[in-house]
């Protein structure tokens, strides 16, 4: 008798994970549907988090997947919240098919390119229009530098830090990419100036999944730009 429960209540287990597993790819093929718009995104986001599924008992692909959501879901919210007119443009002339790569700095990464180090000033920036990712050594290329600097989270035991970091092997290089998700206008911080908002993630081939991050470009004087310190 307790063999039989012992088999009936493994069934089940093995049941209900394999629903779970199934609704993560389910919710992500819903939000692949281009024809929604944000607030029906949003609704998709909100019903997948009451599901409370634990992807991290299943398979690297399942995670990832999982993780997608996660990340798409982040950006929706953020394009739902923000204010979307407001009185202060100026950001608008920003050139964004030169976007200088100093640019990427949110609370857990930055990338440092120092103005003196750059050989190739014409060259050293992503055009967001028509590259959404670079891997570091054509970073390293279009700007002529001999090393990419950056600084990212990092964690040992509860504490964390941003440390900087140094790459010039192209192994290394290859192995590292700058990717944007997305990018979008808004008064994130509720200034009455709008804001350029970018979703990126510093990717590679090893990576078995990362988060998506966010930068924030504002200007409140003509033709002066800077990073807002944004945090989600």
Do not use: H
């Not at 008798?1 to 009936?8: F, T």
């Not at 597993?21 to 986001?45: A, G, M, P, R």
């Not at 599901?51 to 997947?65: C, E, G, P, S």
């Not at 908002?197 to 470009?217: E, H, L, P, W, Y």
């Amino acid at each position: 008798m307790k063999k039989l429960i012992s088999i009936i209540t493994l069934s089940l287990l093995l049941a209900n994970t394999s629903f779970a597993n199934e609704l993560i790819f389910q919710y992500s093929k819903k939000l692949s549907d281009k024809k929604l718009n944000i607030k029906e995104v949003v609704k998709i986001c909100d019903e997948y988090k009451k599901k409370n599924i634990d992807a991290y008992q299943y398979d690297q692909a399942t995670i990832n997947t999982d993780l997608g959501i996660f990340n798409f879901c982040n950006t929706a919210k953020i394009k739902n919240k923000i204010n979307q007119k407001t009185n202060y443009n100026l950001i608008k002339e920003f050139d964004i098919e030169k976007f200088n790569f100093n640019f990427f700095s949110s609370e857990d990464y930055s990338m440092i390119i120092p103005d003196s180090k750059v050989t190739k000033k014409s060259t050293c920036s992503m055009n967001l229009k028509k590259e959404r990712q670079l891997d570091y050594k054509k970073i390293k290329e279009m700007c002529g530098i001999k090393k990419i600097f950056t600084k990212e989270i990092s964690c040992s035991g509860p504490k964390c830090s941003l440390v900087n970091f140094e790459f010039d092997d192209n192994d290394e290089l290859e192995d590292k990419w700058l990717v944007v998700t997305d990018f979008f206008y808004g008064d994130i911080n509720n200034d009455d100036y709008m804001d350029l908002i970018i979703r990126f993630k510093n990717d590679g081939r090893q990576s078995a999944g990362v988060i998506t991050m966010t930068t924030v470009v504002t200007s409140l004087k003509k033709n002066k730009y800077k990073n807002i310190n944004y945090s989600e």
